[in-house]
């Protein structure tokens, strides 16, 4: 006797499966007689055990239809599970199909149901009250279905596994198995086999586990120019709540970016190592020098059988700027510290940089009109206690009013918004930044600008947004001034980022918005990628958020937030429960939307004592 005709049996004895199969609370001991003894016809279950199983976890099941179809939401894939996998089965896991011949269609669980095999009303207080005496279903009594979410065909090609779109369905009946080797895994979700490592292949949390050795399979971001530019320079944005391990994430991210035999080319045909430059508020980062005194031989054989780079990166410098009576303090880490000062000259290209509060266009116009008028005088050493001297100047006040040139009231809310600057930013006692580039950036170089010591805020974002700009200013030009910054492979992380990359109506907003969206959109032609941290993604200006090619989402509680990461709904809404390290990949351009869950150790030294 088949499967399939010991599964379409009643427990009534009929082979049907009709009405007359259902046994309400008077017949449940009908099967009993007066004397305690089984009654000679009693149904007797038959051992589906003995009958045989098979490899793979059920079949595809037609009863509801198998269609495969263009149109979103058309296509219709369940798969029948036995009993003995039915505990096993969870949303999320990886499937094969076989057709006929060498293909096999790769596909996610994406829905589990159990249903009656047999019609009747089990939402009774009668039916209730035995199911709670007893130990358990017969699970032969229920249908267990598993909804299959298509992705792609597997074929052979000249000794390679490749993927192509579904493009036919697979028969009825087919065994379906769980998917349990690496390349069928890693090509069914076009995965990399190399790259820049981000963590483990993970549902609901635990790692996807498969025959090979190691188990795990590795997730890693394209960073060859086989398939195009690495996707450093397309640009990464990591979002997650406080607590999430978003900070953990990126400093093992940012380590491999760092890594001693990573090379890019750049438009000279020379191969650099990449030069990282992280804004670092919360002052962590700088941490990455030093080894992680929690990781023990284990983890470091683990590391090194992955391919990862570890441990301290020697090449690490915190460039701490001087802002007024400011003093840093750093026994948490043992990096270099070399100080600066953000120069005055650095506002003639960036009028937007010494105003306190917004500026409409008349304003910023006017504050243009005055800079260049100043630095015509001053020359590049002008500093900004002598441009407040200028413009104190009734004199040029009168001139420009009465020649129409610059309202007298627009004057004065120029010269407001200049004085209203936090003290102490401009021109301080250290080298500036200028002087410094050389050191500042360098290929293989870690340089971290932490700005934790800095009280406030507008002196905070004035730091940032100088240094950053200077930076994409350099890479975008066609006659750079610093060849050291356009000749090198360059990663700007800015933690925060949603502090300095904010959407606002003002002139400086839409000036700094369209400077790093057009960064970000010559990233890949001039080596620059922008490297995003945030716990408030929604507040990224869109222009910005448009041009982020791969997406990292950890822990995030706010609805607005997640949102706003436009990742897939299947994943959306398991954000808010994830926990520490696990995180979602949203990249197109690298594979198929997938969880993952992150190494549980910092590759280097993380958090305070």
């Given at each position: 006797?088949?499967?399939?005709?010991?599964?379409?049996?009643?427990?009534?004895?009929?082979?049907?499966?009709?009405?007359?199969?259902?046994?309400?609370?008077?017949?449940?001991?009908?099967?009993?007689?007066?004397?305690?003894?089984?009654?000679?016809?009693?149904?007797?279950?038959?051992?589906?055990?003995?009958?045989?199983?098979?490899?793979?976890?059920?079949?595809?099941?037609?009863?509801?239809?198998?269609?495969?179809?263009?149109?979103?939401?058309?296509?219709?894939?369940?798969?029948?599970?036995?009993?003995?996998?039915?505990?096993?089965?969870?949303?999320?896991?990886?499937?094969?199909?076989?057709?006929?011949?060498?293909?096999?269609?790769?596909?996610?669980?994406?829905?589990?149901?159990?249903?009656?095999?047999?019609?009747?009303?089990?939402?009774?207080?009668?039916?209730?009250?035995?199911?709670?005496?007893?130990?358990?279903?017969?699970?032969?009594?229920?249908?267990?279905?598993?909804?299959?979410?298509?992705?792609?065909?597997?074929?052979?090609?000249?000794?390679?596994?490749?993927?192509?779109?579904?493009?036919?369905?697979?028969?009825?009946?087919?065994?379906?198995?769980?998917?349990?080797?690496?390349?069928?895994?890693?090509?069914?979700?076009?995965?990399?086999?190399?790259?820049?490592?981000?963590?483990?292949?993970?549902?609901?949390?635990?790692?996807?586990?498969?025959?090979?050795?190691?188990?795990?399979?590795?997730?890693?971001?394209?960073?060859?120019?086989?398939?195009?530019?690495?996707?450093?320079?397309?640009?990464?944005?990591?979002?997650?709540?406080?607590?999430?391990?978003?900070?953990?994430?990126?400093?093992?991210?940012?380590?491999?970016?760092?890594?001693?035999?990573?090379?890019?080319?750049?438009?000279?045909?020379?191969?650099?190592?990449?030069?990282?430059?992280?804004?670092?508020?919360?002052?962590?980062?700088?941490?990455?020098?030093?080894?992680?005194?929690?990781?023990?031989?284990?983890?470091?054989?683990?590391?090194?059988?992955?391919?990862?780079?570890?441990?301290?990166?020697?090449?690490?410098?915190?460039?701490?700027?001087?802002?007024?009576?400011?003093?840093?303090?750093?026994?948490?880490?043992?990096?270099?510290?070399?100080?600066?000062?953000?120069?005055?000259?650095?506002?003639?290209?960036?009028?937007?940089?010494?105003?306190?509060?917004d500026l409409n266009d008349n304003q910023y116009s006017a504050l243009t009109l005055l800079l260049k008028r100043f630095f015509r005088q001053y020359g590049n050493e002008g500093t900004y206690?002598?441009?407040?001297?200028?413009?104190?100047?009734?004199?040029?006040?009168?001139?420009?009013?009465?020649?129409?040139?610059?309202?007298?009231?627009?004057?004065?809310?120029?010269?407001?918004?200049?004085?209203?600057?936090?003290?102490?930013v401009f021109d301080q006692d250290a080298p500036p930044i200028t002087d410094l580039v050389h050191e500042f950036v360098r290929p293989g170089g870690l340089s971290v600008v932490p700005t934790?010591?800095?009280?406030?805020?507008?002196?905070?974002?004035?730091?940032?947004?100088?240094?950053?700009?200077?930076?994409?200013?350099?890479?975008?030009?066609?006659?750079?001034?610093?060849?050291?910054?356009?000749?090198?492979?360059?990663?700007?992380?800015?933690?925060?980022?949603?502090?300095?990359?904010?959407?606002?109506?003002?002139?400086?907003?839409?000036?700094?918005?369209?400077?790093?969206?057009?960064?970000?959109?010559?990233?890949?032609?001039?080596?620059?990628?922008?490297?995003?941290?945030?716990?408030?993604?929604?507040?990224?200006?869109?222009?910005?958020?448009?041009?982020?090619?791969?997406?990292?989402?950890?822990?995030?509680?706010?609805?607005?937030?997640?949102?706003?990461?436009?990742?897939?709904?299947?994943?959306?809404?398991?954000?808010?429960?994830?926990?520490?390290?696990?995180?979602?990949?949203?990249?197109?351009?690298?594979?198929?939307?997938?969880e993952i869950v992150g190494l549980p150790t910092c590759l280097t030294r993380h958090g305070r004592d």
């Amino acid at each position: 006797m088949s499967d399939q005709d010991l599964g379409d049996f009643s427990p009534s004895g009929t082979a049907d499966g009709r009405a007359e199969t259902h046994h309400d609370a008077a017949d449940a001991d009908a099967n009993t007689d007066a004397d305690g003894g089984e009654d000679a016809d009693a149904f007797t279950r038959p051992d589906l055990d003995s009958a045989g199983g098979g490899d793979g976890i059920g079949v595809l099941a037609v009863s509801q239809g198998l269609r495969i179809s263009e149109e979103e939401g058309e296509t219709t894939m369940r798969a029948y599970v036995t009993a003995e996998n039915r505990s096993d089965i969870r949303i999320g896991k990886y499937v094969l199909a076989d057709y006929p011949g060498p293909e096999s269609l790769f596909c996610r669980i994406k829905g589990l149901e159990y249903a009656q095999r047999f019609h009747g009303d089990d939402a009774n207080e009668i039916h209730a009250r035995r199911a709670m005496r007893s130990d358990g279903i017969e699970e032969d009594d229920y249908r267990f279905l598993a909804d299959l979410d298509p992705l792609a065909v597997l074929y052979p090609d000249d000794g390679d596994l490749k993927r192509r779109m579904p493009d036919r369905v697979p028969k009825p009946e087919t065994v379906v198995e769980e998917a349990t080797e690496t390349e069928q895994i890693k090509t069914g979700l076009k995965i990399p086999e190399d790259g820049v490592f981000l963590g483990h292949l993970s549902v609901g949390g635990e790692k996807v586990r498969t025959a090979a050795r190691p188990p795990t399979i590795d997730y890693r971001v394209k960073d060859d120019y086989r398939d195009g530019d690495p996707l450093a320079f397309r640009h990464t944005l990591i979002a997650g709540g406080t607590g999430s391990g978003k900070t953990h994430t990126s400093k093992n991210v940012l380590r491999q970016y760092l890594h001693e035999e990573r090379r890019y080319e750049m438009a000279d045909g020379a191969e650099r190592r990449m030069a990282v430059v992280q804004f670092d508020p919360q002052d962590e980062y700088a941490q990455m020098h030093d080894d992680n005194p929690a990781a023990d031989r284990e983890d470091a054989r683990r590391w090194e059988a992955d391919g990862l780079a570890h441990g301290g990166h020697d090449d690490t410098v915190a460039f701490v700027p001087k802002v007024g009576d400011a003093t840093y303090a750093a026994s948490h880490h043992h990096a270099e510290q070399r100080a600066f000062t953000v120069p005055f000259s650095m506002v003639r290209s960036r009028p937007w940089l010494v105003a306190s509060s917004d500026l409409n266009d008349n304003q910023y116009s006017a504050l243009t009109l005055l800079l260049k008028r100043f630095f015509r005088q001053y020359g590049n050493e002008g500093t900004y206690a002598e441009f407040t001297s200028f413009l104190d100047d009734p004199a040029l006040k009168e001139e420009l009013d009465e020649s129409g040139r610059v309202h007298e009231a627009t004057y004065e809310a120029v010269m407001r918004r200049v004085l209203g600057m936090p003290s102490g930013v401009f021109d301080q006692d250290a080298p500036p930044i200028t002087d410094l580039v050389h050191e500042f950036v360098r290929p293989g170089g870690l340089s971290v600008v932490p700005t934790y010591h800095v009280n406030d805020t507008r002196a905070t974002e004035t730091v940032v947004l100088a240094l950053a700009s200077l930076l994409v200013d350099q890479k975008l030009s066609n006659d750079p001034d610093f060849d050291r910054i356009k000749e090198t492979p360059l990663l700007v992380g800015m933690d925060e980022a949603h502090n300095f990359l904010a959407d606002a109506d003002s002139v400086q907003a839409k000036n700094v918005i369209g400077k790093f969206t057009e960064a970000a959109k010559q990233g890949r032609k001039e080596r620059l990628g922008l490297f995003l941290i945030t716990q408030d993604p929604q507040d990224i200006a869109d222009p910005v958020f448009k041009q982020v090619n791969t997406t990292v989402v950890l822990n995030l509680g706010d609805e607005d937030a997640i949102k706003s990461v436009n990742i897939p709904s299947n994943l959306e809404g398991k954000v808010p429960y994830m926990e520490t390290g696990q995180m979602v990949v949203y990249s197109p351009d690298n594979s198929e939307p997938v969880e993952i869950v992150g190494l549980p150790t910092c590759l280097t030294r993380h958090g305070r004592d």
